[in-house]
């Protein structure tokens, strides 16, 4: 009763954004509950493997490229010159595992820095 009288006191510009408030929620959360509770009693269903396309190559990326994605992210890329090939093999081995870089791209990096350093 209390509740009803406290509505009533609001103003209907009010009362409206709180009824489209609630009515949004019960919207937007009524497809969650379906999700979640599902079909408990079947199995789950097969999904099969997206395979792909058979004439599509695969592009193997250069060490210059793999340089640019993995060492940007962080921050700015280096030369190749500014560093012996020793100090690259020791640069390349501690960023490969600060960002968890697969040992066949730390390995296509390294040759491509190695390749242009500042021996």
């Not at 269903?45 to 962080?74: D, H, M, S, W």
């Not at 690259?88 to 960002?99: C, D, F, L």
């Amino acid at each position: 009763m209390k509740t009803t009288n406290r509505l009533n006191s609001l103003r209907p510009a009010r009362r409206s954004g709180i009824f489209l408030a609630l009515l949004a929620s019960v919207i937007f959360a009524a497809p969650i509950a379906f999700v979640v509770a599902g079909d408990t009693n079947s199995p789950p269903a097969q999904v099969e493997p997206v395979k792909p396309a058979k004439n599509v190559a695969k592009k193997k990326l250069t060490g210059a490229e793999l340089y640019q994605i993995n060492c940007n992210r962080c921050h700015a890329e280096r030369y190749p010159t500014e560093f012996t090939s020793a100090q690259w093999k020791s640069i390349v081995t501690h960023m490969r595992v600060r960002a968890n870089i697969p040992a066949a791209q730390a390995r296509e990096i390294l040759k491509y820095l190695q390749q242009d350093s500042g021996n």
